[in-house]
């Protein structure tokens, strides 16, 4: 079975500061990728994903993420976090088999302070 | 076009009463996920309806459980008889594709 590990379970910034969110998965057949976001009091959204083609993947709100296939990772990135990017973030992998069921990681509380 | 939508947003019952959940995906997905998350747990998932058909319940945790979608628009997932165990968080999720979920708020599940 496939399963999904988020390094951190609690981030805190500075406002400006980089962000890098590690993901790694274990399932040795091809996969896609995913990150999704949940805002205090909103639902989870779609942040960025990664199906094919380029490794680097532009999502919403500055975040990108990168594809390491050798390394099974799939990290979370931002130059600058602002205030608002206060939120949970959860990292997730669909098999590429049409099966379309998502594996989720236990998600990283990311606190940004002003 | 309006969201996934979920009711109630919260709901306390008592170990052995019965609770339903309701999910209203998004107009026209025929894709019906139910997942749950359990206090300092991940996002697991429960089941997937493909129009009114289960395509796969293996997620869903013991015969106390029982999901339907009716017509294949809104799903319910009923908990009978609750135990404490079952708190947590359940989400629904809709899709028109296979490889993008939209979800709803969730329902805040609390069994005392």
């Known amino acids: 079975a496939q399963s999904v590990s988020q390094h951190n379970h609690h981030v805190i910034l500075s406002e400006a500061a980089s962000l890098e969110l590690g993901c790694n998965y274990s399932y040795g057949g091809t996969v896609n990728l995913f990150w999704y976001v949940q805002y205090p009091g909103q639902h989870l959204q779609l942040l960025l994903k990664?199906?094919?083609?380029?490794?680097l993947v532009k999502g919403i709100k500055g975040f990108e993420a990168e594809f390491i296939k050798s390394k099974f990772s799939f990290n979370l990135r931002k130059p600058s976090v602002q205030w608002s990017d206060t939120a949970e973030y959860f990292c997730?992998?669909?098999?590429?088999?049409?099966?379309?069921?998502?594996?989720f990681g236990k998600g990283t509380m990311l606190l940004v302070s002003p | 076009e309006a969201g996934v939508t979920q009711f109630p947003s919260h709901s306390v019952i008592e170990k052995g009463q019965t609770v339903t959940l309701r999910c209203d995906p998004i107009?026209?997905?025929?894709?019906l996920y139910w997942y749950r998350r359990v206090m300092g747990k991940e996002i697991k998932f429960l089941l997937h309806?493909?129009?009114?058909?289960?395509?796969?319940e293996s997620g869903m945790p013991n015969n106390r459980f029982l999901a339907e979608r009716t017509g294949g628009t809104y799903s319910t997932l009923k908990v009978q008889p609750a135990e404490l165990e079952d708190s947590g968080v359940y989400f629904c999720?809709?899709?028109?594709?296979?490889?993008?979920?939209?979800f709803g708020p969730g329902t805040r599940l609390t069994v005392t």
């Open positions: 990664y199906f094919s083609g380029d490794p």
């Open positions: 997730a992998v669909t098999r590429n088999s049409g099966y379309s069921t998502l594996t």
């Open positions: 107009s026209g997905h025929d894709n």
């Open positions: 309806f493909v129009k009114e058909s289960k395509q796969d």
């Open positions: 999720a809709s899709s028109s594709t296979i490889y993008e979920q939209y």
